[in-house]
T-cell receptor
Framework: AQKVTQAQTEISVVEKEDVTLDCVYE???????LFWYKQPPSGELVFLIRRNSFDEQNEISGRYSWNFQKSTSSFNFTITASQVVDSAVYFCALSEQGAQKLVFGQGTRLTINP | DSGVTQTPKHLITATGQRVTLRCSPRSGDLSVYWYQQSLDQGLQFLIQ???????AKGNILERFSAQQFPDLHSELNLSSLELGDSALYFC???????????????FGPGTRLLVL
């Protein structure tokens, strides 16, 4: 069975601090896909990144970076030099090959204080 | 803006009533997915349609049904509404997948349903 765990329910930091959001997943498949989505206060879900299980390269996009480690079944998300606009709920999600549906973690509410 | 549109944005109704939520996918996307976001259950997959046919079913109640029309828009019908059906309902769409690949799902802005 698929499962995604985001153990951090809420994180609060001061602007310009770096912050890492943890994501641990469970799957029996060898081929799967991992995602991060952002849900700002306005409520929509914004796609951030997609990673397949064969690509363990870390990715950096501006102030955002992702660390994928199959050995620990983790796909962590780091925001460098956080800004108030980064305040949102962040969801990690998993999809097994061919399954199409996304299984989401419970989300981490990130608050960046000025 | 993801390109996925959902109407209405907000819906307030009473217990026992029936409502219809509408979704238009991004241009070129054949798959439509419905998800429910509630405080106690989190984000849960309800159902997927691909080019008009039901492809996968999740935790969708029997009181709920969906369909995808020839123009690829989809509707989620919720009937005999209960207080616990109050939630944010998301529609997502994805492009055609090659083989068994999983494509990225792009989400609409959601419909916030309040059942009183």
């Amino acid at each position: 069975a698929q499962k995604v765990t985001q153990a951090q329910t809420e994180i609060s930091v001061v602007e310009k601090e770096d912050v890492t959001l943890d994501c641990v997943y469970e799957t029996r498949d060898t081929t799967y896909y991992l995602f991060w989505y952002k849900q700002p206060p306005s409520g929509e879900l914004v796609f951030l990144i997609r990673r397949n299980s064969f690509d363990e390269q870390n990715e950096i996009s501006g102030r955002y970076s992702w660390n994928f480690q199959k050995s620990t079944s983790s796909f962590n998300f780091t925001i460098t030099a956080s800004q108030v606009v980064d305040s949102a709920v962040y969801f990690c999600a998993l999809s097994e090959q061919g399954a199409q549906k996304l299984v989401f973690g419970q989300g981490t509410r990130l608050t960046i204080n000025p | 803006d993801s390109g996925v549109t959902q109407t209405p944005k907000h819906l307030i109704t009473a217990t026992g009533q029936r409502v219809t939520l509408r979704c238009s996918p991004r241009s070129g996307d054949l798959s439509v997915y419905w998800y429910q976001q509630s405080l106690d259950q989190g984000l849960q997959f309800l159902i997927q349609y691909y080019n008009g046919e039901e492809r996968a079913k999740g935790n969708i109640l029997e009181r709920f049904s969906a369909q995808q029309f020839p123009d690829l828009h989809s509707e989620l019908n919720l009937s005999s509404l209960e207080l616990g059906d109050s939630a944010l309902y998301f529609c997502a769409s994805s492009p055609p997948a090659g083989g068994l690949n999983t494509e990225t799902q792009y989400f609409g802005p959601g419909t916030r349903l309040l059942v009183l």
